[in-house]
């Protein structure tokens, strides 16, 4: 009995020191190496335990098995403390190979001595850079692509290229819309912030997987995926390199990234530069506010108690003086305002937040019949509308209008999403064919019909000074209403032996027809 409980006494001892080694083999086994060299215990008390020394001890051994070390190896440790501005943040985030040649010591030369500039573009970043760096982060892109809408725009979402390309990001129409950025009579989605932001680093996402590298991304982005794929192919064929720098390229790609490096570089530095950056909190500028109703851009300025210009620079998309809710759930407000807007439009009367409408012209109609339909002055419609003058409203063009008294449904989304307005002139020319009559000059000819006498010249590829033989076809562009009996009476006249002056009404009926 005494020899049972000897054994049964040892068994348990064994098993409890079995268990006492396992913990310290966990523990000991969660050391981590520095890549300094350093070793760095993990502490049992982080564990969430009791204190208890066998639990924890318990609660290591089930745990995941130690990461090797070739797995908790890098480069570098990150820091632990939070940047001291968005400027900080950003530079934690550079990721991407610098460039270092003359082209960049020239950009870099030519930013130092724009200090006004640099202080001008910077303070207009402040409203969405943070925004731009966020989305950068959650997708894990290199932080220097945050700087990229410097070169592009200087920051300024209204910038519009000789190319047509507009916004911060500079989107032409057709790359805008295959990344979804709307373009219509009403909005621009490639001067969104948050639109056009993400079609950006879509783009770039793309181009990046296309090439494997970011300055050749950068140079797709700037001059065509198609240009660089064909500029790598030219080189290989050639048995030549194919880096950024290697391959031939428009003056403007080839100093796109130089000026992007020499921005990072300031900003990197600042003090090496003589520049001083403005200081930009790291937190949100904008939060994004739903609407469910239309309303002017003034009365959501008034109501968010912020100046119109702030208001259109955080909503610079919409074209018109109206944001339509079906089209823009959200307009995007200061973080301090958002809050103070949603109180004040809760207690506005829904009726008075728009006084704008969009009307789809049944017909063609010329100005003056449209602006009678929809109750306008013919100045006022052409205003708000920005139609050239001459021209005549084609049907199906959707126009703002003054909206109906207490009225307070939104506009439908297919009429505001797919606003378009097109043209058509007011005045229709057709091409006749008149005969000379003796004597008939280009200038004579020209006077007869009211016509520049250049133009004239140039539809019958012949001189101002030339003449015309007797009977001779002419060609001319005349107003549709008078063409026929415009040519007849010409083509009459030539009849005659000798020219009879036309009588007053048919002068009128030529000169005006």
């Given amino acids: 009995m ?3 409980f000897q054994m049964k006494f040892a068994c348990a001892l064994a098993l409890a020191a079995s268990i006492w080694l396992s913990g310290c083999v966990a523990i000991t086994e969660a050391i981590i190496i520095a890549p300094s060299g350093d070793t760095t215990t993990i502490s049992s008390s982080n564990s969430g335990g009791d204190g208890n020394a066998p639990d924890a001890a318990i609660a290591s051994a ?8 070739w797995e908790v190896n890098s480069a570098g440790v990150a820091s632990l403390s939070a940047p001291v501005d968005l400027w900080d943040r950003i530079r934690r985030g550079f990721a991407m190979p610098d460039l270092d040649d003359e082209l960049v010591l020239k950009q870099q030369t030519w930013y130092a001595r724009q200090p006004d500039y640099i202080r001008r573009m910077t303070e207009r970043s402040r409203m969405y850079l943070f925004h731009v760096v966020e989305e950068l982060e959650l997708r894990g892109m290199p932080t220097e692509l945050a700087l990229l809408p ?3 725009s200087a920051f300024n979402p209204n910038a519009v290229s000789k190319a047509k390309a507009a916004g911060i990001w500079q989107f032409m129409p057709a790359t805008g819309k295959s990344f979804d950025l709307r373009q219509n009579a009403f909005r621009d989605d490639r001067r969104d912030v948050l639109n056009s932001t993400r079609a950006a680093l879509d783009y770039l996402q793309k181009l990046y997987g296309m090439f494997g590298d970011w300055h050749l991304a950068l140079a797709a982005y700037n001059w065509g995926e198609g240009s660089v794929s064909r500029a790598i192919a030219k080189n290989q064929q050639a048995g030549l390199k194919t880096g950024y720098s290697d391959l031939g390229m428009p003056a403007e790609t080839r100093n796109y990234v130089p000026k992007l490096q020499a921005i990072k570089n300031i900003v990197a530095d600042p003090q090496a530069f003589q520049t001083t950056l403005p200081d930009i909190g790291n937190h949100p500028f904008f939060d994004t506010v739903d609407i469910t109703s239309d309303i002017d851009a003034e009365v959501a300025a008034r109501l968010a108690e912020v100046r119109i210009e702030d208001f259109q620079a955080l909503n610079p998309s919409h074209r018109k003086p109206v944001i339509f809710a079906t089209g823009t759930p959200q307009v995007l407000l200061p973080w301090d305002n958002a809050a103070l807007f949603k109180k004040n439009l809760a207690a506005s009367d829904p009726a008075k937040l728009a ?16 602006a009678k339909k929809v109750g306008m002055s013919v ?15 084609k049907a199906g063009s959707t126009l703002l209008v ?4 207490n009225a307070t449904t939104p506009v439908a989304s297919h009429v505001v999403n797919n606003a378009r307005v097109a043209y058509a002139p007011e005045v ?12 008939d000059t280009v200038a004579r000819l020209a006077a007869r019909y009211d016509l520049p006498a250049q133009t004239v010249a140039s539809w019958n590829k012949t001189r101002v000074s030339a003449s015309f033989k007797t009977g001779q076809a002419v060609y001319l562009y005349l107003p549709k209403r008078a ?12 009849v005659v032996k000798k020219p009879i002056p036309a009588s007053p009404k048919k002068t009128a009926v030529a000169k005006k027809p």
């Fill in 402 to 405: 003054p909206r109906a008294k």
């Fill in 483 to 494: 063409t026929t009996s415009t040519a007849r009476a010409s083509i009459k006249k030539t």
């Fill in 2 to 4: 005494e020899e049972q």
């Fill in 355 to 370: 006084s704008w409408t969009a009307w789809v012209a049944p017909a063609t109609l010329s100005i003056s019949e449209a």
């Fill in 379 to 393: 100045d006022q419609f052409r205003a708000v509308n920005d139609i050239p003058k001459g021209m005549r409203i």
């Fill in 62 to 69: 089930n745990a995941m098995p130690p990461v090797p070390m």
């Fill in 150 to 152: 410097f070169v592009e």
């Fill in 428 to 439: 229709v020319l057709r091409r006749v064919t008149v005969r000379a009559r003796k004597g």
